[in-house]
């Protein structure tokens, strides 16, 4: 259902990749690999349509990304390396205005429902400027027990997460997995995530 064709990306006059390629299916894992710096988070953030590749194409149901914006954007749900959250806003607040934004109205006992899932019991309705950053991470992967969305793609979602919440990221990629959706992910952490398929993308430096 995706597939990325010849990829090449450009920061200032430096190529940070060039030939990058996939196809992924329903069920089917991929681990973007990469040293700081070869282009990880832009690959992701050009899969998501935020970039536009300098070569290449993005295919979603053999259609370019481009030309069906709106429908693939309803497909994906993206985490970035940073939680992307308003600070002065309660977690259960920005937990419902994302998945607003996205188009999808979320109720406030599913959206409590799904922090509590995450191991915020009693923390629902405090403004995330005082969460810790382990907190804060979780906040924004609750936004995963509310998603629709086939197409997860993800940048370092292990990121400042205790064992405990390690553990229960990975059943739900894997349940995720199962289900026949699709995962996209930077780690540098060795967690092994079970799956159908699983690829790699591994960027080199230029």
Request: proline fraction near 2%; charged fraction near 25%.
């Amino acid at each position: 259902m995706l597939e990325a064709i010849n990829l090449a990306a450009v920061r200032g006059d430096r190529r940070l990749f060039a030939g990058v390629g996939f196809s992924l299916q329903g069920g089917d894992l991929l681990y973007v690999q990469g040293a700081n710096g070869s282009g990880k988070t832009t690959l992701l953030r050009m899969l998501c349509g935020l970039v536009i590749p300098e070569e290449g194409k993005i295919l979603w149901s053999q259609e370019d990304i481009r030309s069906e914006r709106e429908a693939y954007l309803q497909s994906l749900v993206y985490l970035g390396h940073l939680c992307a959250l308003k600070d002065d806003l309660t977690g259960l607040e920005n937990l419902r205005i994302t998945e607003a934004l996205a188009g999808e109205e979320i109720s406030e006992p599913r959206a409590m429902a799904a922090l509590q899932g995450v191991g915020l019991n009693g923390y629902e309705d405090l403004p995330v400027r005082v969460l810790s950053q382990g907190q804060r991470r979780r906040v924004a992967l609750a936004r995963l027990a509310l998603t629709q969305a086939p197409l997860w793609i993800l940048d370092e979602p292990f990121t400042a997460l205790d064992k405990a919440s390690v553990g229960s990221l990975k059943t739900r990629l894997e349940d995720h997995l199962e289900d026949g959706g699709m995962v996209i992910l930077t780690t540098h952490q060795e967690i092994e995530i079970k799956a159908a398929v699983i690829k790699q993308v591994a960027l080199a430096e230029y």
